[in-house]
């Protein structure tokens, strides 16, 4: 048995969904984020233009004593490219490390259109070989010649020694003062010899051995042996094991 099933076309109804309203919001939303990436890429823009809030101020501090203060506020002023936003900070650091007299470094960008330069000064304590200078750390740096005070004492050795003259040497003046001396120089040769000489001229070697034992002689020894003639002396050899030897002036 078959059966045949007729349709009429005119009868026949669908069920259709309105999307109307689905799609207004959509389509919202992805405007809404097509212009806030506009407005982010805007911004970018605009904040990377060197004219934009342009450094107008340069502010240097510090506490300066072979550092002029309106040199450094020059130097800065000159490595300044760009506005507040693009700034290169660290460019301008460098430029002012450059500079032998200067420690550390710090900038500082202060709202809304300047710049804040603190400045450390080295502090020199000795003259390291004449040709320059160490702080308190032990670390070198090398001035204009002019400007390297002629009045500190004076330490040279052989090249990755300056920490341990230093050290030695701030122990020697803390021991010689005492005596009412104190060091104008001491040196280590390359033979690694010590010696050094005394503020008021007089020249003292201890070689290469035995450096504790023999300075211990000398600011013993000295003090009682030669006390009255102690101006009177010219040089001091300390290589003696039980002694020592005295060239006198002549």
Known sequence: MSIDMVIDPDKLQFNSVDRSHVRGPRYFGIAFV?????????????????DTLPIK??????????????????????????GFFNLDVDAVR???L????VKEVTVKRI???ALRVIVIEQIPVVRWKESGLLNAGAEYFAPEVASIPKDLPLLAGPAGTEAVLLERFNMMQERIQFLGFKIASLTLNERRAW???????????????????????FLTLIPTTISGRITQADSIDMRYTNGFSIRWKK
Request: proline residues 4%; hydrophobic residues 45%.
């Open 57 to 82: 101020q340069v502010r240097i501090e510090g506490d300066f004593t072979n550092l002029s203060p309106i040199d450094l506020q020059l130097l800065v002023t000159d490595k300044v490219r760009g």
């Open 195 to 217: 010696s050094f000489q005394l503020e008021n001229g007089i020249k003292v070697t201890l070689g290469r051995r035995d450096f504790e034992e023999r300075l211990n002689r």
């Open 111 to 113: 709202w809304p259109d």
């Open 98 to 101: 450059d500079e032998p007299w």
């Open 34 to 50: 097509l212009a806030f990436i506009s407005l982010i890429v805007w911004a970018g823009m605009y904040l990377s233009n060197s």
């Open 94 to 96: 460098l430029a002012l």
